[in-house]
Nanobody, 114 residues
Framework: QVQLVESGGGLVQPEGSLRLSCVAS????????MGWYRQAPGKQREFVAS???????NYADSVKGRFTISRDNAKNMVYLQMNSLKPEDTAVYYC????????WGQGTQVTVSS
């Protein structure tokens, strides 16, 4: 069965960095578009970034220039490097399989606070 497991969240000060990881199994990862989404308290889940099988990437305007999505097909991993973090980046971050049947990971908490 499809599984997506995120890791790497935590508490970080403003302007700090974190790298989130998502390991995938149960499908042909190299052929799949993958994405990161986030949900802040009291808000709807929102798109953060996506990466296609050819490594074309797409970002929400709010994270452009600060976040970088990447993938390692040999390891079935997708990453989200987050730099210059702001308090408004605080959210639960989810990995999502975007092509074909869609699946979500369980999420990892990112808190940006001094």
């Amino acid at each position: 069965q499809v599984q997506l497991v995120e890791s790497g969240g935590g508490l970080v000060q403003p302007e700090g960095s974190l790298r989130l990881s998502c390991v995938a199994s149960g499908f042909i990862f190299s052929m799949s578009t993958m994405g990161w989404y986030r949900q802040a308290p009291g808000k709807q889940r929102e798109f953060v970034a996506s990466i296609f099988k050819g490594d074309f990437t797409n970002y929400a305007d709010s994270v452009k220039g600060r976040f970088t999505i990447s993938r390692d097909n040999a390891k079935n991993m997708v990453y989200l490097q987050m730099n210059s973090l702001k308090p408004e980046d605080t959210a639960v971050y989810y990995c999502k399989k975007l092509s074909g049947a869609e699946y979500w990971g369980q999420g990892t908490q990112v808190t940006v606070s001094s």
